[in-house]
């Protein structure tokens, strides 16, 4: 089954403990993307990747890092989280150029 | 940069009437167009997408929507609301140029009463 698989799927931290969120497709897919949502803002797109190795700023980047040693895997990291960076995360891949994209199921964090 | 635009942050509508969420996006080129859907606790699911051709596309769910471009919008439609339909909707323009990006509207909550 085509999948894309975020862990964890909640995660209650504090702050400035570092943490990290996977997400792993099975679609061969190039690209892969972190979105974050909070209310009354819709998603909003942290970091992408175009490639392995390729990776570039969304629009709300600070505070966060990538990585994408590998075409299936594309995990966020946050080195130092702080409470406003509690929010519900999405991870998602695209293949090639008419196709949609497709969404994890979430990882809810929670900075106290 | 693209936007997009829905009005409406709540709408309440009575099981088995007709129901319309609006979106209007901004964007230089040619867009392509989503909508999902999130029900509580959950991920995102796509209802319907827009790339070319037929400017009336359907989805899931009975759900349909129709691209007009004089009026750069992509509404949301179903003929008859059922209480499953409780969820929150965005809206999504596509840019797969070099940012690869989806930006999504703000999301319309509905709710559904019976």
């Known amino acids: 089954e085509a999948q894309v698989t975020q862990n964890p799927r909640y995660l209650i931290t504090v702050t400035g403990k570092k943490l990290t969120v996977t997400c792993s497709q099975n679609?061969?897919?190039?690209?892969m993307s972190w979105y974050r949502q909070d209310p009354g803002l819709g998603l909003r797109q942290i970091y992408y990747?175009?490639?392995?190795?390729?990776?570039d700023k969304g629009d709300v980047p600070e505070g966060y890092k990538v990585s994408r040693k590998e075409k299936r895997n594309f995990p966020l990291i946050l080195e130092s989280p702080s409470p406003n960076q509690t929010s519900l995360y999405f991870c998602?891949?695209?293949?090639?150029?008419?196709?949609?994209?497709?969404f994890g199921q979430g990882t809810r964090l929670t900075v106290v | 940069a693209q936007s997009v635009t829905q009005p409406d942050i709540h709408i309440t509508v009575s099981e088995g009437a007709s129901l319309e969420l609006r979106c209007n996006y901004s964007y230089g080129a040619t867009p392509y167009l989503f909508w999902y859907v999130q029900s509580p606790g959950q991920g995102l699911q796509l209802l319907l997408k827009y790339f070319s051709g037929d400017t009336l596309v359907q989805g899931i769910k009975g759900f349909e929507a129709e691209f007009k471009r004089s009026q750069s919008s992509f509404n949301l439609r179903k003929p008859s609301v059922h209480w499953s339909d409780a969820a929150e909707y965005f809206c999504a323009v596509g840019a797969w140029g070099g940012g690869n990006k989806l930006t999504f509207g703000t999301g319309t909550q509905l709710k559904v009463e019976l």
């Open positions: 998602a891949s695209k293949g090639e150029m008419n196709t949609e994209a497709f």
């Open positions: 679609m061969n897919h190039e690209y």
């Open positions: 990747s175009m490639n392995v190795e390729v990776t």
